[in-house]
């Protein structure tokens, strides 16, 4: 096996204390996700935070005020939800990242008693969706041999669904009657079809399928028992639309907003009215939605971006926020129009950051920042992962630094991003991977002609499925990138796709139109090893031993390639899966892309 370069780690980027200090501060500084209730007891909360210095599971009971560290785990913990009544905190135990493993249970009061395995007779997977009744519990997982559903009643559990395709529990009535699981039978797990079961015998009782091309996605049933209507997602006219479908009565009701992007949504309390998150040009507007009248009202929440939103039983809309130039806060809106922070931070708050200006090249939207000066800057392209996510108006610690350093930023919401549509996230669709590239190529010739910079202080960077854009980016446009920076990214597709967990394989057979077996020149073309001969640019390489998404063999026969002809390259190796939920060790990695990024442009 091939020994490859390690980065040194800096112990510190910058000279001045107080922007070492800045920086750093901007990670460690203790943040928290929008806490989620029990339906039955919404004083009982859970929510994700840093805390600690590793991202970790807490509990927080309003009534008493008391917040409790729920998980502890050396690669912290992610998943989490609470049963109805409260009593019980369900988190997903995997091992150091891998995202296989089973759900477990423990007391939302410690008693001293260890997390058990939630669910009886379930195997262990990759998690594909849960849904805890009163009575009855739905959960999914998958394996290499596809999706299985199990529904768990009296302490015992029976395969409620399975098929070789993926697929997912995604809801279940109050009442606990029907449970509804998206699937892909028809081999396009990218758009998925609804199928309502019924929890007593498994037996279908409706099915909604908007054809080729058209998705589906469940959003939550009505929160009153006995009202067995649905919120869907839809995309029937190129976006994400709302409906409603009644699945006892096999009706349904398309809800039309005057919004020009698309929309998200969840239900009132009493399902009177829809709370609607819109989306449009990376940023966030807040709606209610009345049912019974149709009228959309505007609620007064500041520029930026929502993370997510949610209404507490006495009508509260509590949401996380956040813009380019401040880190996120929990807020609370009242019914009065009140407002304020829901939970105040303790310990340091994170410095301030540059705001995020819009430029349109073309269709392509994209998003720059510029630190203080003039260009031409070097700059670093932040290419996002997914590849169906976008880049926002949110605050980026990450982003951040690169500013500090001197760098202009730049993000690419390239074809094949949400937020712009159906034709524009699928256009990608049979030649993934060249058709974003094109979109970030158009956007670099405008920073070049701008003056905002200049190919030989152009770094490429990117993780995920945006570290798979660096690499083939590198590969395929030499002459445009001075630096490389790949984060788990796909870096020789034939051996990703064999090593990879199998949701991934059925996205990737929708996303090229067949597996490499079928198609094996569209692989090629596609994939990163196939132009590693043509890489120039020095190239920095992070990724987790146990990453199910973007595994590490695929990566080494990336890594061995770039050793045989000698090229300049470092490889960052870490004890984690796809990321790391421990801070210190997110600095350790951000120090060392920055630094690799200097050094190689001052040269």
């Not at 901007?26 to 004083?43: C, K, Q, V």
């Amino acid at each position: 096996m091939t020994t490859h370069p390690s980065p040194d780690i800096p112990e510190q980027l910058f000279e001045d204390p107080a922007a070492e200090t800045r920086w750093r501060e901007r990670f460690t500084a203790p943040r928290m996700s929008l806490p989620g209730w029990a339906d039955d007891a919404p004083d009982r909360t859970l929510y994700v935070s840093n805390a600690s210095g590793v991202w970790e599971i807490y509990a927080w009971d309003r009534a008493t005020d008391e917040h409790r560290k729920v998980t502890d785990r050396p690669n912290g913990t992610s998943h989490a939800t609470l049963n109805p009544d409260g009593t019980e905190i369900w988190w997903f135990d995997d091992h150091d990242g891998d995202e296989f493993g089973v759900w477990v249970r423990e007391p939302f009061k410690a008693d001293g008693s260890k997390a058990e395995p939630a669910v009886a007779d379930v195997t262990a997977g990759y998690p594909a969706g849960l849904e805890i009744g009163r009575s009855v519990t739905a959960v999914a997982a998958s394996t290499d041999d596809g999706t299985t559903v199990w529904l768990t009643r009296d302490g015992r559990s029976e395969v409620l669904y399975q098929h070789v395709n993926d697929a997912g529990v995604t809801a279940m009535a109050k009442d606990e009657s029907i449970v509804v699981i998206a699937h892909s039978e028809h081999g396009d797990n990218r758009h998925m079809a609804l199928r309502a079961l019924n929890a007593e015998n498994g037996e279908t009782i409706a099915e909604k399928w908007d054809g080729k091309g058209k998705g589906l996605d469940a959003i939550s049933f009505s929160p009153v028992r006995g009202d067995q209507r649905l919120l869907v997602l839809h995309e029937r006219r190129g976006r994400e639309e709302l409906l409603i479908w009644d699945v006892a009565a096999g009706t349904e009701q398309e809800i039309v907003l005057d919004l020009p992007g698309e929309v998200a949504a969840d239900w009132y309390p009493d399902a009177s009215a829809l709370l609607v998150v819109h989306t449009h040009h990376a940023r966030n507007t807040v709606h209610r939605y009345d049912l019974a009248t149709g009228e959309l009202s505007t609620l007064d929440t500041a520029p930026g971006v929502i993370g997510s939103a949610g209404v507490r039983p006495d009508g509260t809309i509590e949401y996380s926020w956040s813009s380019a130039e401040r880190s996120t806060v929990i807020r609370a809106l009242a019914t009065d129009g009140t407002e304020r922070v829901l939970v105040e931070p303790q310990g340091a708050v994170p410095a301030t950051s540059h705001k995020l200006e819009d430029v349109f090249v073309g269709d392509v939207h994209a998003l720059v920042s510029k630190p203080e000066g003039e260009g031409p800057f070097p700059t670093v392209f932040l290419i996002h992962g997914g590849p169906h996510s976008s880049d926002e108006d949110r605050f980026s610690a990450y982003r951040a630094v690169w500013l500090d350093a001197g760098f202009a930023t730049v993000h690419v919401n390239y074809r094949g991003s949400s937020g712009y549509g159906s034709k524009w996230r699928d256009a990608i669709e049979g030649r993934p991977g060249i058709t974003e590239l094109e979109d970030i190529a158009a956007v670099h010739d405008w920073a070049v002609e701008s003056g905002l910079t200049d190919p030989a202080q152009s770094v490429l960077n990117g993780a995920s499925w945006g570290g798979y854009l660096t690499l083939l980016g590198i590969g395929t446009q030499p002459e445009r990138w001075a630096v490389g920076v790949a984060g788990v990214p796909v870096a020789d597709y034939f051996a990703a796709y064999e090593d990879e967990m199998e949701p991934l394989r059925a996205f990737d057979r929708a996303l090229f139109g067949g597996s490499p077996e079928e198609l094996p020149e569209l692989y090629k073309e596609c994939s990163p090893l196939t132009y590693v001969d043509k890489v120039t640019a020095p190239v920095l390489i992070l990724a987790g031993e146990n990453d199910p998404r973007c595994p590490i063999r695929q990566i080494d026969n990336y890594l061995d390639a770039l050793a045989a002809r000698g090229h300049t390259y470092e490889m960052y190796r870490y004890d984690a899966g796809h990321g790391s939920l421990v801070v210190a060790e997110t600095i350790r990695q951000t120090a060392a892309e920055v630094d690799f990024a200097r050094r190689h442009l001052s040269k």
